[in-house]
T-cell receptor
Framework: DAGITQSPRHKVTETGTPVTLRCHQT?????MYWYRQDPGHGLRLIHY???????DKGEVSDGYSVSRSKTEDFLLTLESATSSQTSVYFC????????????FGDGTRLSIL | KQEVTQIPAALSVPEGENLVLNCSFT??????LQWFRQDPGKGLTSLLL?????REQTSGRLNASLDKSSGRSTLYIAASQPGDSATYLC????????????FGKGTRLHILP
């Protein structure tokens, strides 16, 4: 399995609090992605990174920010969590966008009360 | 805008049967198509990646085909086993300047012992 670690695996917090999720990879892959998965919507891209300090928005980026200061770490921050951000969050990595697969972490289950 | 559809949303078949899962996409301009498996509470596991220039890929009991012109891919599972029960997702990588993969919502497969 690809070396991807997401932390925490589970988190419960209150509306209005800041939350940071971490994705750590040991594969030295260039591309990293944050997705959320919700019933009825499937997987939706939040933000992605194509290199250190290089990030871009995905389909559902409002309310989220990201940072990538090192190749191995990609952080997702909810500045002020809302109940609509309750979801399962997945990190993915890939070596190339053209001819290499994406590999996923095991996810973080986030509940905003 | 690229859309990916998987029908049916759920499927139950007796153990030992061969089965086919379907994936359709609206825009044939893709780099590749990837099939994933997701077990409950887990992340996605990459099964097969088919490049746009390829017609099929095989791994063990799995065979994935791609007909880019008609916007279709199939995942064939031979001699199904209860351990094959999972949700299967397909995803396409558009060949525009966008880095973003588009996912289908998946087919939930249940193999009856």
């Amino acid at each position: 399995d690809a070396g991807i670690t997401q932390s925490p695996r589970h988190k419960v917090t209150e509306t209005g609090t800041p939350v940071t999720l971490r994705c750590h990879q040991t594969e030295n892959h260039r591309y990293m992605y944050w997705y959320r998965q919700d019933p009825g919507h499937g997987l939706r891209l939040i933000h992605y990174s194509y290199g250190v300090k290089d990030t871009d928005k995905g389909e559902v980026s409002d309310g989220y920010s990201v940072s990538r200061s090192k190749t191995e770490d990609f952080l997702l921050t909810l500045e002020s969590a809302t109940s609509s951000q309750t979801s399962v969050y997945f990190c993915a990595i890939s070596e190339s966008i053209v001819n290499q697969p994406q590999h996923f972490g095991d996810g973080t289950r986030l509940s905003i009360l | 805008k690229q859309e990916v559809t998987q029908i049916p949303a759920a499927l139950s078949v007796p153990e030992g049967e061969n089965l086919v899962l379907n994936c359709s996409f609206t825009d044939s301009a893709i780099y590749n198509l990837q099939w994933f498996r997701q077990d409950p509470g887990k992340g996605l596991t990459s099964l097969l990646l088919i490049q746009s220039s390829q017609r099929e890929q095989t791994s063990g009991r799995l065979n994935a085909s791609l007909d880019k012109s008609s916007g279709r891919s199939t995942l064939y599972i031979a001699a199904s086993q209860p351990g094959d029960s999972a949700t299967y997702l397909c995803a396409v990588r558009p060949s525009n300047r966008d880095d973003k993969i588009i996912f289908g919502k998946g087919t939930r497969l249940h193999i009856l012992p």
